[in-house]
Nanobody
């Protein structure tokens, strides 16, 4: 049984921080790259960050570089997205997804979680 579960979203003020988690289980060995995407109402789903199995490949969207970091704890089968200096434009539903390598294209990924809401507002 394949499982992919996001958590850690919430409401924060501009300049605040959140740490999102993506817990995965039951995937084939080849499917070890995990990407984070986000989608705001009325907008397309966009890539935020991705990390490969070994951590040798790490990517970030230009809009979050310098503010977000990504890491993984393979013993816990969990990937984390640390979001700092949050801005109102970061408000979206955040999803994690699994594929065999990192890609910025949402259509490339085979498996998706349910999403977790992040709201940045006064």
């Amino acid at each position: 049984q394949l499982k992919l579960v996001e958590s850690g979203g919430g409401l924060v003020q501009p300049g605040g921080s959140l740490r999102l988690s993506c817990a995965v289980s039951g995937f084939p060995l080849d499917y070890n790259s995990i990407g984070w995407f986000r989608q705001a109402p009325g907008k397309e789903r966009e890539a935020v960050s991705c990390i490969s199995r070994s951590g040798g490949t790490i990517t970030f969207a230009d809009s979050v570089k310098g503010r977000f970091t990504i890491s993984r704890d393979n013993a816990k089968n969990t990937v984390y997205l640390q979001m700092n200096s949050l801005k109102p434009e970061d408000t979206a539903v955040y999803y994690c997804a699994v594929w065999w390598r990192c890609s910025s294209g949402p259509g490339d990924y085979d498996y998706w979680g349910q999403g977790t809401q992040v709201t940045v507002s006064l």
